[in-house]
DNA sequence: TCGATTACTGTAATCGATTACAGACAGAGG
DNA sequence: CCTCTGTCTGTAATCGATTACAGTAATCGA
């Protein structure tokens, strides 16, 4: 690699003269610097640049799972939003493992500038500490309350609890399900929250024997929902938390040669991927996700900017909430006549 | 962030003696700068170090979309051989931009100490100056025979395409339909000639009005799919080279109100998430994707550490083929009577 | 007791770019 | 002709870690 000395060698200036030149101070020996610069096939060090500027000219990005297709548009829609910016986009993917999204944090910080992510565990330990520092973090899905000091980007979880509610009451559901994710997370417990005071401003039962606490995982859905299914006293209705959930439990389903929605009406949070093919059509709650991404994006900017004026840090953290909306399609439908028996 | 003199200071001793410590040489004074360590939460910067040594502990992978699930899985194959290691693994998406993966070409070259790339153009400039630095690159899904100095990661396409279409033939299908991606990629090239030669082994007619030559996109498979259908003469039969056209095909004949396999027969390259909860469940030729990133990223180390011993780098680059496999569902069946009319 | 060996330590150069500082030089104004 | 101003330039310090080199002290054997 050729660097800023054989340039100021070639053009016979000094490297102050290059380095002057390239940040656009005009200088006599332009011309030959330039000459010099193209023959060479020079480019500036970043790595160099970083170690005296402090800047990295990147953002981290950590997901916990890049194949679930949320975190996939989360990202389409971050890389979206910096392109033009100049800023890289570094990503990490923690695999749903703790100490690796630990580590990704910690090497991460060192080489970007700013960070945004979906952490696994709210009360994280890494997470105090990196409130400490004074890296710039934006925090997609977490509403983490004693971490005052991020931003965070947030969908309405709670009204999209309560459309899938509703929409599943006017249908004349009574005995709705709701399999959830962990009440420890944001969207875990933000959905069970919104389902169980959905049920009860509709006066209908919260009946805790069909109420699953899951993990967010293809898994679990899949076997939360043979367990409802196997139960005596089994739902007409089910809300499934996620999409990993969701995709689990219609497996469930399929296999128990279950018919939705004759047998079963299903809503799922977040759309799923050819959910118009399936049999039957899936009826979600969609949030933006590729918006989502890139709000988290702008927000992180806007703070990276506000760092070179130094006063402004005083500034309060954001909070964004994205609304979300129900999506009808083909499996839900009123409960078939076995719902009358139980009236 | 503390530096290592501050942490030299702290424990009496110099910088030399803390960084020799770090690095597991022992000293008198371990104790004390143990301590220093601890207290002054001092991790060495990454950025000082990789200017110094000229490595930086990361390796670069750069994709056209990561909402492409074939990617994603690339991507969580490759992190996960990485894991072990030590290396950062950083993600870039080009977004199907040739500008913005040059971009990324030169960003991650400067950050990274090796590159997996899926490039999008494949007689590409950039790969031309790649080829002249000593950067180490795994090509994946790109036979390009110029590039002699990377390796390549691809999958069986040939046999792929072979299996489709004996698939099809045994049913009793001659009117088959390809729609293929840009003849200008190994895998849109390669699928091509892979169907034209089993159709020709066995003694089926290939007919340049049932063959589309389109883009890998949804919308290109939905497209060519319609004007398929739309022919006087249709197919009974259609072999679509990858996941994304594939689903905007399906898309297609759902809006047409054709009945899959009645109507037409269908078999995509690539497996689909959800494939097996379609109407119908979808016949495709699977291949090992995450296995693919997986090879990739062992290839990229095994040069990295090769990289030491520098006699070695005269070693031939490696050329793998991972094999593909059908996957028989239920979007495939003999044709409906219809064909008979035409015998 | 002396020289040789071993085991450790500190000084200072280095990676490549940026920038404070001071010096050089031209032109303007008196 | 002298001084002052403005514009450009080079020298050298700096960011934070690594490491060649030289030096010191302790230990061992003869």
Same mark, same amino acid.
């Given at each position: 690699m050729t660097n800023i000395q054989e340039v100021a060698r070639v053009a016979g200036v000094s490297t102050a003269t290059v380095s002057r030149f390239l940040s656009g101070q005009t200088v006599r020996s332009g011309e030959a610097i330039q000459n010099a610069v193209r023959t060479l096939g020079y480019s500036p060090s970043v790595v160099a640049r970083s170690l005296k500027?402090?800047?990295? /000219?990147a953002i981290g990005v950590i997901v916990p799972d890049i194949t679930n297709p949320f975190f996939a548009a989360l990202v389409k829609g971050i890389n979206h939003e910096v392109r033009a910016s100049g800023y890289q986009v570094i990503l990490g993917n923690s695999d749903e493992d703790a100490p690796q999204e630990e580590a990704l944090l910690a090497a991460l910080t060192q080489r970007t500038d700013g960070i945004i992510i979906a952490p696994?565990?709210? /009360?994280?330990l890494s997470l105090v500490r990196l409130e400490k520092s004074r890296t710039p973090v934006v925090l997609v899905d977490r509403d983490i309350t004693?971490?005052?000091?991020f931003d965070r980007v947030l969908v309405d979880n709670l009204s999209g609890s309560r459309q899938a509610v509703e929409h599943l009451a006017a249908l004349g559901h009574r005995a709705i399900a709701h399999i959830g994710? *962990?009440?420890?997370s944001t969207p875990g417990r933000a959905r069970h929250e919104g389902f169980v005071a959905a049920m009860e401003r509709l006066g209908l039962p919260v009946r805790q024997d069909l109420i699953r606490i899951s993990d967010f995982r293809e898994e679990g859905g899949r076997d939360s929902m043979r367990d409802l299914w196997n139960q005596?006293?089994? *739902?007409?209705a089910v809300f499934i938390a996620n999409n990993l959930m969701t995709i689990g439990a219609l497996n469930a389903l399929h296999v128990l040669g279950a018919r939705i929605p004759h047998d079963i009406s299903v809503v799922g949070f977040d759309d799923v991927a050819l959910a118009e093919l399936l049999d039957p059509p899936l009826t979600v709650i969609r949030r933006p996700d590729i918006e989502q991404g890139a709000a988290s994006a702008r927000l992180l900017l806007s703070r990276l900017e506000q760092?070179?004026? *130094?006063?402004?840090?005083l500034s309060q953290s954001h909070r964004i909430t994205l609304p979300v909306q129900l999506v009808v399609r083909g499996s839900t439908s009123a409960p078939a006549h076995r719902e009358r028996e139980q009236e």
């Open positions: 500027s402090g800047r990295h /000219g696994l565990v709210e /009360g994280d004693f971490a005052t000091r994710g *962990p009440l420890g005596p006293d089994r *739902p007409t760092d070179f004026e *130094p006063d402004a840090s």
